[in-house]
């Protein structure tokens, strides 16, 4: 028969490793409730993606890529459209008896030859 220090040892070896075992099953169960969860989650991002997508397309007008302004044929970026046709450029400043071609202040602001200075002095006078 086996003698008491033997039974100690046994009884605190399987002990360890049931505790372990049970250990070591939450680790693996916590890590893939954890990669389900991130797949979940880029799955939504996925589908989120995709819908504004479809909604952006749904609800954008249907609208030609080309506008004309002031003679000038040029295109706008998306958002701009509408401002464009509230903000139309003026030709030339009225009241100005020097308005000539090389004297025209362009009062659209998001136009690449906008001079914020010639603006506010055509604004002042």
Known sequence: ?????????????????????????????????????????????????????EYKKKTQPQQETKTQTSGRTFDPPDDTTQQMQRYPEPPHLPNNPSADQNSIVITNFEDPKFDLEAFLKAKAE
């Open 1 to 53: 028969m086996a003698s008491q220090g033997v039974n100690v040892l046994r009884y605190s070896a399987l002990v360890a490793g049931l505790v372990y075992g049970v250990y070591h099953q939450s680790s693996l169960n916590s890590v893939t409730k954890r990669a389900e969860i991130e797949h979940e989650y880029a799955r939504k991002e996925r589908l989120i993606e995709q819908a504004k997508a």
